[in-house]
């Protein structure tokens, strides 16, 4: 079902791969080699850059009501090709086919939500008092650089793309070079769709290469970042030499908060949910599991026969857990399950590689869970991107929050418990943007969604993602 090329799409149209240099993406459960992906330098991110730019004017000043038709076209088109696209993003990425499908029809949520709000995005009037007449427009930036991670590249796309075009503006996703497969072929459809040639362009190549080259172009007016810490940093320095804003949505460490009256059961699914996912490659995974000491035991032994009965395979046969997308962030997990370890703490579950009959090539890491660990230790502190869990016992609720705070992050935090009163005031309390209160992955797309701290700024979901791609003008008339 996949091809053996993956090119850059711009201006509608595939590059084909004698334009440049090519690099291999891997299946990360087989270790063999799914296709060639186009390897772009500057020169084919400027292409970009100015195919964009000619579709601006059309597409900004399109009828609301049009771009919103466009993009719920898109949606549809892409549930119709849910198939292909899940099987894509499964085979690139590792994760189960179910995880992959829910991400599919997450991206089909996103072009059906904001493509609903199309049409309704608008300034005000302002009361200067009599003889004038004052009122804002919102208008588009123009040209929008989306970076977009390996671990959901096609859903995260959909994140700011969708947002991004709504607003008027067009857009060149660069996804990581890992996981382009399912991207280039949403940007195919997205011209069978009716969406026109240049408002989305994807250009497939290196971070360091064409990532680099997007975020300095000094046509690109609004930057959306995924990804590391450092990376982002590196994103916000390229970008000042053009002062273009940017969205960064970066690591966490968050907390996942499990008081003495919680539902046990309840708690004990959710928090092996937060952390093995998309096997722990997820920028919000509940990584630092809080206990009450008086549950600590019990729930640790919920936790361990819950990972004992994870399966691991290709992600395309529906297994608990797929393997480990890249081989770099494989061996970063490993050396954090060493260095867990050598801080003393100790792996009651899981702690190493795993070997999958068939799939010994494959890059799979047992699901663990680290007790005896203590808030100041590299496990605790660091993100490791991977189904790798730190138990730390509390004894009470302030204690809970300081623990939960003492982070350099702030994305996302969970919190288990049946009183209603200790639930608003610890959500209250923790330093991170979206908080969920029995249920870990509460929200969507209709909820805003960024970090505190080092997990970057800015909002993405939500009616007002949007306007973060909008720029405010005042017109005042004397009348």
């Known amino acids: ?65 049009d771009r919103g038709r466009a ?12 198939d292909l696209l899940a099987y894509l993003e499964s085979i690139d990425n590792g994760k189960p086919l179910r995880e992959a499908e829910g991400d599919v029809r997450l991206t089909a949520g996103y072009y059906e939500y904001y493509g609903g709000i199309a049409d309704k995005i608008h300034g005000e009037t302002v009361p200067l008092g009599p003889g004038f007449h004052s009122y804002t427009r919102v208008e588009p930036f123009g040209v929008t650089a989306h970076i977009v991670p390996w671990n959901a590249a096609l859903q995260q796309t959909a994140r700011g793309v969708a947002p991004a075009i709504a607003g008027g503006n067009v857009a060149v996703v660069k996804p990581a070079e890992d996981t382009s497969m399912a991207v280039v072929e949403f940007a195919r459809l997205a011209v069978e769709a009716g969406v026109p040639p240049g408002v989305i362009n994807v250009v497939t190549g290196l971070g360091a290469e064409a990532g680099a080259a997007l975020v300095e172009h000094p046509r690109v007016r609004r930057i959306a970042f995924t990804g590391s810490v450092p990376t982002g940093q590196s994103v916000l320095r390229a970008s000042a030499t053009h002062l273009s804003p940017v969205t960064l949505e970066l690591g966490g460490k968050s907390p996942n908060i499990v008081f003495a009256d919680a539902d046990l059961d309840a708690a004990a699914a959710g928090s092996l949910a937060a952390i093995n996912f998309n096997a722990g490659q997820v920028c919000m995974a509940g990584s630092r599991l809080l206990v009450h000491r008086s549950v600590h035991d019990e729930f640790v032994s919920r936790l361990v026969a819950g990972d004992r009965a994870v399966t691991l395979g290709r992600g395309v046969d529906n297994p608990g857990m797929g393997p480990i997308t890249t081989e770099k962030q494989y061996r970063k997990i490993l050396d954090y399950l060493d260095i867990g370890r050598s801080e003393g703490a100790e792996a009651v579950v899981g702690g190493g590689a795993a070997v999958v009959d068939g799939l010994e090539d494959g890059r799979f890491v047992q699901p663990t869970v680290f007790v005896n660990v203590r808030n100041d230790m590299r496990i ?15 004894d009470h609720d302030d204690e809970a929050v300081a623990i939960a705070n003492d982070t350099p992050y702030g994305l996302t935090a969970g919190l288990w418990t049946r009183d209603l009163s200790r639930a608003h005031w610890v959500a209250a309390q923790i330093d991170a943007g979206q908080v969920s209160i029995n249920n870990y992955f509460a929200g969507g797309i ?22 973060h791609y909008l720029q405010t003008k005042t017109v005042s008339i004397q009348i």
């Open 71 to 82: 993009m719920r076209r898109l949606a549809d088109i892409v549930l119709e090709n849910l």
């Open 1 to 65: 079902m996949h091809r053996e090329y993956y090119g850059s799409i711009i201006g509608g149209k595939e590059l084909p791969a004698a334009r440049t240099d090519t690099m291999d993406s891997f299946d990360p459960a087989t270790g063999k080699r799914l296709a060639r992906i186009q390897r772009a330098g500057a020169d084919i991110v400027a292409e970009a850059v100015e195919s964009a730019e000619q579709a601006l004017p059309a597409w900004r000043d399109a009828d609301g009501a």
């Open 380 to 394: 605790a502190q660091e993100e490791i991107f991977g189904p790798v869990l730190s138990v730390i016992p509390f």
């Open 446 to 467: 209709r909820t805003p969604f960024g970090g505190y701290k080092a997990s970057g700024f800015g909002r993405e979901k939500g009616p007002d993602a949007v306007y």
